[in-house]
């Protein structure tokens, strides 16, 4: 089992930047991928960005490309998300999520393990 706990959400105003963190514990955080998802009220969850095992390889929705950065640091167990020039249209829980690299082919990848999401509330 991968434990998985999101934090740094928040309020902000439209142009804002916030950084969420997931931070994992109970299998070796370095076999897996992560990704980070999202789900706006009445929406389905959408992906938002994945992250490969070292790091090295990076993938991003469309929609908040050139915007958001995803990293994480396999020394702490955690994984980030830089949200720059937030929208109002970013608002949504969002998610981390892990995937064992067995789980498929990076960036596409099969996640068996969810955090309980934060709140994220751009306003404009």
């Known amino acids: 089992q991968v434990q998985l706990v999101e934090s740094g959400g928040g309020l902000v105003q439209a142009g804002a930047s916030l950084r969420l963190s997931c931070a994992a514990s109970g299998r070796t955080f370095s076999n897996y991928a992560m990704g980070w998802f999202r789900q706006a009220p009445g929406k389905e969850r959408e992906f938002v960005s994945t992250i490969s095992w070292s790091g090295s390889r990076t993938y991003y929705a469309d929609s908040v490309k050139g915007r958001f950065t995803v990293s994480r640091d396999n020394t702490k167990d955690t994984v980030f998300l830089q949200m720059n020039s937030l929208k109002p249209e970013d608002t949504a829980v969002y998610y981390c999520?892990?995937?064992?690299?067995?789980?498929?082919?990076?960036?596409?990848?099969?996640?068996?393990?969810w955090g309980q999401g934060t709140q994220v509330t751009v306003s404009s």
């Open positions: 999520a892990a995937a064992h690299g067995s789980s498929g082919t990076f960036p596409i990848m099969k996640y068996d393990y």
